[in-house]
Every structure is written in C-alpha cells, then in structure tokens.
C-alpha cells in the first residue's frame, strides 16, 4: 500500500501522515477541532518554531478558510509541552 504524505503549512516540510498533527474545520458547521471528524484539514509539525510562525502568520485560518480561536492555539501549545521531554528522553 502506498504511504500518505502531507506538507506542513508552516515549514512546507513534506512527511508521512503520522509526522504531523491535524486540525480540522468540520463540514457545515465551519467547527475548528484537532484530529477529529471529516472536513477541510491542514497539517503542521510538532515543533515550536512551525507552531509559533502559523499562529504569527494565521496560516491555520487561511487553510482552513476559517478563524482558529485561540483555545485551538492554546491545546497545541499544551500538546508541544507535553511532547518535548519525551522526544528529550528519546534522544
């Protein structure tokens, strides 16, 4: 089977699916979630600079075609705390 790559809206970095996170803006109800549902989708990597240059550029907004509250920015941030000390022990 052949494997789904995704481009990251921020660096443009071209990956496997599971390298980067998803969010969503689902269907009719123009709702933006984080790896839930069908609907408009855009991919960025887990890393602060990619996370810091989309929320600064609204690039989250633009390809979703839709405003990205600040509490979606907010559970991303959190995700990249949680994430860092692991990928740290990893290393």
Do not use: T
């Not at 069908?38 to 887990?46: F, H, L, N, Q, V």
């Not at 633009?62 to 995700?79: F, G, N």
């Amino acid at each position: 089977m052949k494997p789904n790559y995704r481009r990251c809206i921020s660096c443009r970095k071209i990956g496997l699916k599971q390298e980067f996170w998803r969010i969503v803006r689902v269907g009719p109800s123009g709702q933006v979630q984080l790896d839930k549902g069908m609907g408009r989708s855009a991919y960025i990597c887990p890393s602060v600079n990619c996370l810091g240059v989309a929320q600064k550029k609204n690039r989250l907004g633009r390809a979703l075609h839709s405003r990205v509250s600040d509490e979606i920015y907010q559970e991303l941030w959190q995700m990249l705390a949680q994430s860092l000390p692991q990928k740290e022990i990893l290393v």
